[in-house]
C-alpha cells in the first residue's frame, strides 16, 4: 500500500517562501512522475509542478521561475521550494504519484492529504 504525505504549509507574507515535502511509504518513487497540484476555494484542482524519474521538470506558466521541483530518492521524498510568494498563491497544496508529467489530476494515483498555503498582501 502506497502513502503519500505532504506537509511544509502555513502563513506567509507575499515575497516570502515556504518548502513544502512529500514523504512516500510502501514503493520507493524512484521511477515514479510525482507532481504539485493546488486548489483554491472554489477553483478546480490546478497543475503546479511535476518531476519525473530523471528529475526533468515541468511547471505551470503561473509558477515558472518563482518554484523549484526537487527529489532525494533515498529519502523517497519530493519537495517544492515557492519562492517570492504572491496572495493568489493560497491554496490547499496536494502532492500525488502519476506515470507521467501531465497536468491532468486524473493520471495521478495516490495522493497526499493536502497542506494549507496562506500569503498574506
Known sequence: Q??????GGGLVQAGGS??????????????WTMGWFRQAPGKEREFVAAIIWNSSTYYADSVKGRFTISRDNAK???????NSLKPED??????ARGRLPTANPNEYDYWGQGTQVTVSS
Do not use: I
Open 18 to 31: 515556504l518548502r513544502l515535502s512529500c514523504a512516500a511509504s510502501g514503493r520507493t518513487l524512484t521511477t
Open 90 to 95: 493560497t491554496a490547499v497544496y496536494y502532492c
Open 76 to 82: 523517497n521524498t519530493v519537495y517544492l521550494q515557492m
Open 2 to 7: 502506497v502513502q503519500v504525505v505532504g506537509s
